[in-house]
């Protein structure tokens, strides 16, 4: 992945409080006017259906803001930049309150028709924004992390084409996520939550290969674990007992090995050493134990003789008999990786 400079629309708007007098009480402010809401922006509208959470730093100050008959929370550190962005000549800062005074207060998503609780994050920065960052756990390392933390639902209403799958939102449906900014933009218009748009400049994520923009999608993987089996321990041991030149080496892989997640072994590769793995059509549960590594002893006989395309072409049912109805094979294939770190097994 390549990161890249792209001009893109940024986009500001509010999530509503769903009880206000709640929010209101954190700051004491009983007596406060109009509406109150959390002022989000975001260089990726597309990605605002999956939203399920606003991160919020709790360390920071966050301001209640009075403008045009309506309340506001940001980062006190940004109320004024906030406030030149989205035009607001004038404005009181009624009071503020630490971030972790206000985590698991809900909001309402502009146009999706639930509440999201506001949830606290390391990852949240004075930088640039307002100091409420939008949560989508299906759309980003960082929203994911957090994401498993609170347990929130990893959303991820867009298919391998790019496009909303079916039954995200009515006038989303089947559109590529590029082209549904300007209609996600338009939503929250209509829903009175757009308090500002602008084009920026800034860094975006890219194909190396192709220099297209990627985007991230959470989607289901398999993974070898670094400690259900003791794996990281082990391989700790292993290292002491090499030599290494130059020494500190040691410590660099020492390090790696120590603080490394679990290893994701598959990839969704048109061409590759294939996992030979089944899984159940409805429960995506693996075919039992016993009976994958028997499976997959077939299958390495298979492609000894007539290489990786066996396992392309093999009806389950010439391994799994009657069971093939309930059960699919599993397209991904190996980390490459995987090949390499095997080698020496694999040479007896």
């Keep these: 992945m390549n990161i890249t400079t792209k001009r893109r629309r940024l986009s500001t708007w509010r999530f509503r409080a769903v009880d206000q007098d709640a929010v209101k009480a954190k700051f004491g402010l009983p007596g406060v006017s109009g509406p109150i809401s959390l002022v989000i922006w975001t260089t990726t509208p597309w990605t605002l259906p999956a939203n399920r959470a606003i991160s919020l730093a709790p360390d920071f100050d966050y301001a209640l803001v009075q403008i045009d008959g309506q309340a506001v929370i940001l ?52 930088d640039a924004g307002t100091g409420a960052v939008h949560t989508a756990p299906g759309h980003g390392p960082d929203d994911y992390v957090i994401g498993q933390k609170y347990g929130l639902e990893t959303a991820n209403p867009v298919g391998p084409d790019g496009a909303y799958l079916p039954g995200t939102y009515p006038t989303l449906d ?56 003791g794996l990281r321990q082990q391989s700790l041991k292993e290292i002491k007992g090499v030599q290494w030149i130059p020494d500190w080496g040691q410590a660099r892989i020492e390090s790696m090995v120590a603080n490394r997640p679990d290893w994701c072994i598959s990839r ?70 995987f090949d390499s770190g095997s080698t020496s097994l694999l040479r007896g």
């Design 75 to 126: 980062a006190k550190d940004l109320v004024e930049s906030v406030m030149q962005r989205i035009g607001a000549a004038e404005y009181t800062i009624l009071g503020t309150v630490k971030g972790a005074e206000l985590e698991l207060l809900r909001f309402t998503h502009p146009f999706m028709g639930f509440d999201v609780p506001a949830i606290l994050g390391d990852h949240v920065t004075l």
């Design 174 to 229: 089947g559109v590529n996520v590029f082209k549904a900014n300007d209609i996600v933009i338009e939503l929250l218009k209509e829903k009175g939550a757009l308090l500002h748009v602008e084009k920026m400049q800034h860094s975006y994520p890219c194909c190396w290969r192709h220099k297209t923009p990627i985007i991230f999608r959470a989607t289901p993987q398999w993974f070898v674990s670094m400690d259900k089996e």
């Design 268 to 337: 969704q590769r048109t061409w590759g050493v294939p996992m030979s793995l089944f899984v159940h059509k409805e429960t995506q549960e693996l075919l039992p134990i016993e009976r994958t590594l028997a499976a997959m002893e077939e299958v390495a006989k298979r492609v000894e003789v007539d290489g990786i395309q066996a396992w392309w072409d093999l009806d389950p049912k010439e391994i799994l008999g009657e069971d093939a109805d309930q059960y699919e094979k599993v397209p991904d294939t190996l980390d490459v990786w």
